[in-house]
């Protein structure tokens, strides 16, 4: 009944296993990929006809966690997988980057790929284990695929990478700095199609043999693939590019003059403008067959791209007249708005972001719901990008893949220099806003996040700048790399390679390839470029913030306290009481983890040295002959009862209030009468001994032994 094919082999300190032929065998390719006890099913289909009119590649990438493979059941009221998470979109982003690029030019049939995470066993990530299924579905599915691709992980301990690191290894890397490397790199048997990375200074170097060493892993990884389509790949779908030579040269002869002279413009938007209108001018002298032609649109933006491309590198000029390796003005400016946290406008030439720092408490980290468990996020980064900063009109909702990927690649490079939560035990949030969009808003929101930061008081270990890398290369080999690359010059060019970090080192690589790979001499070019354009712009930054900037008066206050964690429970209370109390009667925010660390939060310093002193009353033991100030809370025949630290009571017997035989305590005490007691011990049971004649009730000062042996004598 089914025609299995299985290939496997050793892979590090794991078993790789790919097998087809027994699941979802109506689909166009499945693969069931394991390695060690993860495993992540990639199923592929595409359409056997082109839309009508369709002049751009619709790929669609979906990955799916489901919680069952780890053995759990969905949090929320419906108990059932929702919206994609952030992991899920990141990894969808992370298989369909490097896969988009090596489907046959011209192939425009619609194609659907699906990773479902069938099992996981909390050591293996499966977002590496769904991007190798999917690779071989798309080989063995006879899809115009050029691939295959392999992928990995790479960590980085002393000096030495390690493959594939354990999930454990790489979860919160800001806590466990003996690891200072989250990459992953994507390619083909020639090249490097992908880089996505979160780092912690490394140099330009080890970041350089972090990728090169995990080309070098993926490569048995890609011969598995290819020994399974060996066996089981189906027979190539019958696509032939199309030939549209004679349209483009009609195009290029109607318009290309115009062309030039519209990319000549160095303002964005009236740059738009010219060229809308030489396409325009090309349409009007075409024949109606040749309007009609399905391949239009691809000879307009071969024309563009051609205009574009060839001067750059022939001519080292630039569409905006910048030499190649030169960064755009850069203005910056903090302190903007009166009333949040911490807020700065970065601009670099026609990219802007405002950035808006926000501090809260522990009841604002999020609480992350993950396939490996449960844990709370202190550090958030939101990337906003509305129509109006691209100067467009379009529908406004929900953050899509794109904003959500830019988001996390600004929080991977910002979050290398954030202060250990026991030295700042904020909750940081940082929202950017791009109010303008002319390539690179998401390096616009790592250096308006890192002043932002700094302007709300936050102690960074240094700033952080970030810099987009663009590429062009020719079929003869020629190639120019660009510094801070322009909208036109990431659409058009075939690399967008972004750097982030500090003047000490890189904390994110982000590289995406629309060719067939760069050489390892383009990627060093590129990031000795990239360095030197981050040191000019961390040089820009410093300028607007030449002094350590005040925590706003709007930021809550947060002072922590370390108690015993057997005293967690008497300050928590029975159902939350005790802590309910604190928290009303002294109006600070208090927050109690499990290791026995107390955030106490409030925009008042009063409120907050209120609850200290409560909480401190609760957990503290008193000290013996110490004297304290208490309440009589209860009269009996032989004494009184006395609250006197915390809610601690003690016993002051009835020879110990005052130097003489009293008939009954009640001669002299009432109950809610404030005295002074000393605390002289503690008896064989551990009940407390207190006593008042020792100490002047009025001024609450011990008395001497000699006043005392004079009185007890008369």
């Not at 090249?191 to 996505?196: D, F």
């Not at 928590?572 to 009481?577: A, D, L, Q, T």
Request: charged share 25%; proline share 4%; with cysteine.
């Amino acid at each position: 009944m089914f025609n299995v094919t299985k290939k496997s082999m050793q892979w590090g300190e794991e078993t790789l296993t790919l097998e087809t032929g027994k699941v979802a065998r109506q689909a166009d390719g499945s693969v069931i990929a394991t390695l060690g006890e993860t495993s992540v099913m990639a199923n592929v289909t595409f359409a056997k006809e082109q839309k009508p009119g369709q002049d751009f590649f619709p790929l669609t990438v979906h990955y799916q966690e489901k919680y069952y493979a780890a053995g759990k059941i969905p949090g929320g009221f419906f108990k059932r997988e929702a919206r994609p998470t952030e992991k899920e979109t990141l990894t969808a982003r992370l298989i369909d980057r490097p896969c988009r690029p090596l489907f046959v030019p011209g192939f425009k049939n619609e194609v659907l790929v699906m990773c479902t995470v069938l099992s996981h066993d909390l050591v293996n990530d499966p977002d590496i284990v769904a991007m190798i299924a999917a690779s071989a579905a798309l080989t063995i599915s006879g899809v115009p695929f050029m691939g295959p691709i392999g992928g990995c992980r790479v960590g980085f301990v002393d000096g030495e990478y390690v493959l594939n690191p354990t999930v454990e290894d790489m979860h919160q890397l800001r806590l466990n700095p003996e690891q200072r490397l989250d990459l992953v790199v994507a390619g083909t048997k020639d090249a490097v199609m992908m880089v996505e990375s979160e780092a912690y200074e490394l140099t330009e170097a080890e970041m350089l043999g972090a990728v090169t060493f995990a080309h070098e892993q993926i490569q048995p990884v890609i011969d598995l693939i290819i020994a399974l389509a060996e066996d089981a790949a189906k027979e190539p779908f019958d696509f032939t590019p199309p030939n549209y030579a004679d349209l483009y040269a009609a195009v290029k002869a109607a318009g290309e003059d115009q062309m030039r002279a519209a990319f000549a413009i160095t303002n964005k938007l009236e740059r738009q403008a010219a060229v809308a209108a030489a396409v325009e001018a090309i349409k009007a002298t075409l024949s109606d067959e040749q309007l009609e032609d399905a391949n239009l649109g691809s000879a307009i933006k071969k024309l563009e791209s051609n205009v574009l491309r060839g001067d750059v590198v022939k001519n080292g000029r630039r569409i905006d007249g910048r030499a190649l390796d030169q960064v755009r003005p850069i203005v910056c400016e903090t302190g903007l708005l009166p009333r949040t946290h911490g807020s700065a406008l970065f601009t670099r030439g026609e990219t802007q972001g405002l950035v808006v720092t926000t501090l809260g408490t522990g009841d604002d980290e999020q609480f992350i719901d993950a396939l490996h468990g449960n844990f709370k996020s202190n550090f958030l980064l939101h990337y906003n990008f509305p129509p109006y900063s691209v100067g467009e009109v379009g529908r406004v909702g929900s953050p899509g893949r794109r904003e959500i990927g830019h988001g996390k690649l600004a929080w991977r490079a910002l979050q290398a220099v954030l202060p250990a939560p026991t030295d700042f035990p904020y909750t940081i949030r940082v929202v950017s806003e791009i109010t303008e969009s002319n390539g690179s808003s998401s390096m616009a929101s790592v250096c308006g996040g890192s002043l932002s930061m700094m302007d709300a008081g936050v102690p960074l270990k240094a700033p952080v700048a970030g810099v987009a890398m663009g590429l062009v290369l020719e079929d003869d080999g020629s190639y120019a790399v660009l510094t801070d690359i322009l909208g036109d010059e990431d659409h058009l060019g075939d690399m967008d390679f972004k750097v982030a970090g500090t003047s000490d080192g890189i904390t994110s690589l982000q590289m995406d390839i629309k060719v067939a790979g760069i050489t390892p001499e383009i990627m060093e070019k590129a990031l000795a470029q990239a360095k030197e354009g981050r040191m000019h712009i961390l040089g820009e930054m410093s300028k607007a913030l030449t002094e350590a900037a005040e925590f706003s008066v709007h930021a809550p206050r947060i002072e922590t306290m370390q108690i015993p964690t057997d005293k967690i429970r008497e300050v928590i209370g029975s159902g939350g009481k005790v802590i309910r109390e604190i928290v009303e009667t002294s109006g600070a925010k208090v927050d109690i983890n499990d290791d026995g660390v107390i955030k106490i939060a409030s925009a008042d310093g009063e409120a907050i040295q209120k609850a200290y002193d409560m909480i401190y009353s609760i957990v503290a033991e008193p000290e013996e002959g110490k004297v304290y100030k208490g309440k009589v809370v209860k009269i009996v025949d032989f004494g009184a009862f006395v609250n006197f630290f915390g809610k601690r009571d003690g016993l002051v017997h009835v020879s110990q209030i005052e130097n003489r035989r009293l008939n009954h305590p009640s001669d002299v005490l009432k109950e809610g009468q404030e005295v002074w007691v000393k605390l002289l011990g503690f008896d064989d049971r551990g009940k407390v001994r207190l006593s008042m004649k020792v100490v002047d009730q009025e001024t609450g000062e011990e008395m001497k032994k000699e006043e005392k042996t004079e009185e007890e004598a008369e």
